[in-house]
């Protein structure tokens, strides 16, 4: 029996104007100047296609899906010049009220993200697929989340 396991990174989807995204982009920002790896969930289909249509490349491997790596401010400077605005934030008390509430979920996994991370490759990611998107190129493609 043979294998292939993608393992895609924090999906670019989880930012949002609604309460979810917005803590999660305040949770992000007290990370500090530790980058985030991204994904756009339309890439990993990508993948999982090749890893059909070229079985021999992807046999029994493990792939980590990256398509950008930023820090929140690094992402604030994108999201002003693409969408015309402040990404959405819930107030940093309650991002930092979560973390604490669920700490066994997603305190531990933001926990985890600042001492550690994906650690996945966005280079070889992007040599493997040139389209891949960055968060600019997605969040052109995706506006609409913020723009009524």
């Known amino acids: 029996m043979t294998y292939t396991i993608l393992r895609p990174v924090t999906f670019f989807e989880n930012l949002s104007g609604d309460i979810h995204g917005k803590g999660f982009a305040r949770?992000?920002?007290?990370?500090?100047?530790?980058k985030l790896q991204f994904v756009a969930t339309h890439d990993i289909?990508?993948?999982?296609?090749?890893?059909?249509l070229n079985p021999d490349e992807?046999?029994?491997?493990?792939?980590?899906?990256?398509?950008?790596?930023?820090?929140?401010?690094?992402a604030e400077t994108i999201f002003r010049k693409v969408v015309g605005?402040?990404?959405?934030?819930?107030?940093?008390?309650?991002?930092?009220a979560v973390?604490?509430?669920?700490?066994?979920?997603?305190?531990?996994?933001?926990?985890?993200?600042?001492?550690?991370?994906y650690g996945g490759d966005l280079?070889?990611?992007?040599?493997?697929?040139?389209?891949?998107?960055n968060f600019g190129v997605w969040l052109e493609?995706?506006?609409?989340?913020?723009v009524h």
């Open 27 to 34: 949770m992000w920002e007290q990370l500090g100047q530790k």
């Open 58 to 74: 992807y046999r029994n491997k493990a792939v980590t899906l990256v398509g950008d790596e930023l820090t929140q401010p690094e």
């Open 85 to 96: 605005t402040s990404m959405p934030m819930s107030p940093c008390p309650i991002a930092s």
């Open 99 to 117: 973390k604490l509430v669920l700490k066994d979920t997603v305190g531990d996994m933001f926990k985890w993200f600042k001492a550690e991370g």
């Open 141 to 146: 493609d995706n506006k609409g989340r913020w």
């Open 123 to 133: 280079e070889t990611c992007r040599r493997t697929y040139p389209e891949m998107q």
């Open 45 to 52: 289909g990508w993948f999982a296609a090749q890893s059909f």
